[in-house]
């Protein structure tokens, strides 16, 4: 079956200082890659989305940026924080291709200070 | 005005009831209607996918697509204290389901 790992599930980060947030997923292959954050009381903002190693969609513009090394690793970063970055940020995979359902790691919650 | 509303509670019902969620959109050309459900904390699971108009049962829960209107609902029967979470509907023009735009959730909580 297939599983996703996102790390670490919490952060306390101090304003400029950098992010890596990291997800892999198990158990399949090619999937879509996908980082959102979710604002508290809020729903989900597509951040990025990538269908392929070194493919990145960036939907909104901002402080951070996304990276694919790997089929099934996808990491978030950030050089320099900023106190609007705190959030939670949720990595998910959905089969590749046109494929409709989408799975959601356990989330980051970041605090930037 | 955003392209998906959903009123955000909270929810309070007691145990046995049953539970309406609902959510309105503008988008006509959403095709795909999901319902996620999220734990305190954690990141949110698919309950149930639809495509277009009509209903789907699986167990406890329904969900309803009116495009005409432009409304679909989650109904949850016999709700259980384990049904307490936060609820968001999603939807999509086609099937990727990660470009789908999101409510922004309806808590509720079960009391025993």
């Known amino acids: 079956s297939q599983t996703i790992h996102q790390w670490p599930a919490t952060l306390v980060q101090p304003v400029g200082s950098p992010l890596s947030l990291e997800c892999t997923v198990e158990?399949?292959?090619?999937?879509?890659l996908y980082w959102y954050r979710q604002a508290a009381g809020r729903g989900l903002q597509l951040l990025f989305y990538s269908v392929g190693i070194g493919q990145i969609s960036s939907e909104v513009p901002q402080n951070l940026s996304a990276s694919r090394p790997q089929d099934r690793q996808f990491i978030l970063s950030s050089k320099k924080l900023l106190l609007s970055d705190s959030g939670f940020y949720l990595c998910?995979?959905?089969?590749?291709?046109?494929?409709?359902?989408?799975?959601f790691g356990e989330g980051s919650r970041l605090t930037v200070l | 005005q955003k392209e998906v509303e959903q009123d955000p509670g909270p929810l309070s019902v007691p145990e046995g009831a049953i539970v309406s969620l609902n959510c309105t959109y503008s988008n006509s050309a959403f095709q795909y209607f999901m319902w996620y459900r999220q734990y305190s904390r954690k990141g949110p699971e698919l309950l149930m996918y639809?495509?277009?108009?009509g209903n789907k049962e699986d167990g406890r829960f329904t969900a309803q697509v009116d495009k005409s209107s432009k409304y679909i609902s989650l109904f949850i029967r016999d709700s259980q204290p384990s049904d307490s979470a936060t609820y968001l509907c999603?939807?999509?023009?086609?099937?990727?389901?990660?470009?789908?735009?999101f409510g922004d959730g309806t808590t509720l909580t079960v009391k025993p």
């Open positions: 158990g399949t292959s090619n999937p879509n």
């Open positions: 998910a995979w959905s089969p590749g291709g046109m494929a409709g359902e989408l799975f």
């Open positions: 999603a939807m999509s023009v086609n099937t990727n389901a990660g470009k789908s735009t």
């Open positions: 639809t495509y277009s108009s």
